[in-house]
């Protein structure tokens, strides 16, 4: 059993950063794919980013890649995801989740999620 909590959301400008954080409880976070999804309002939730159990391989959704950066440190149990020059379409609600499978962009192969962060950004 994961479970995760988010934070370091907020409001931000169009062109600044945010770095999100996911802390995880439980002894087998380092076993776990690591995966942030964001979910705009009226929208479906849509995969960001996912980093392998041991980060040697990470995936990015097209829209962010080149601006944000998925990391972790399995000591703390802690999943990141850097957002550098954000736009006003990044605005959403921000989960972290974890995958007991093979890397993967699909929400529903993650087994455990939180609860979700705001992420506003103002043109």
């Known amino acids: 059993q994961v479970q995760l909590v988010e934070s370091g959301g907020g409001l931000v400008q169009a062109g600044g950063s945010l770095r999100l954080s996911c802390a995880a409880s439980?002894?087998?976070?380092?076993?776990?794919?690591m995966g942030w999804f964001r979910q705009a309002p009226g929208k479906e939730r849509e995969f960001v980013a996912a980093i392998s159990w041991d980060a040697n391989r990470i995936y990015y959704a097209d829209s962010v890649k080149g601006r944000f950066a998925i990391s972790r440190d399995n000591a703390k149990k802690t999943a990141y995801l850097q957002m550098n020059s954000l736009k006003p379409e990044d605005t959403a609600v921000y989960y972290c989740?974890?995958?007991?499978?093979?890397?993967?962009?699909?929400?529903?192969?993650?087994?455990?999620w939180g609860q979700g962060t705001q992420v506003t950004v103002s043109s």
């Open positions: 439980g002894r087998t976070f380092s076993s776990y794919t």
């Open positions: 989740a974890a995958d007991r499978g093979i890397l993967s962009t699909r929400a529903t192969t993650y087994d455990y």
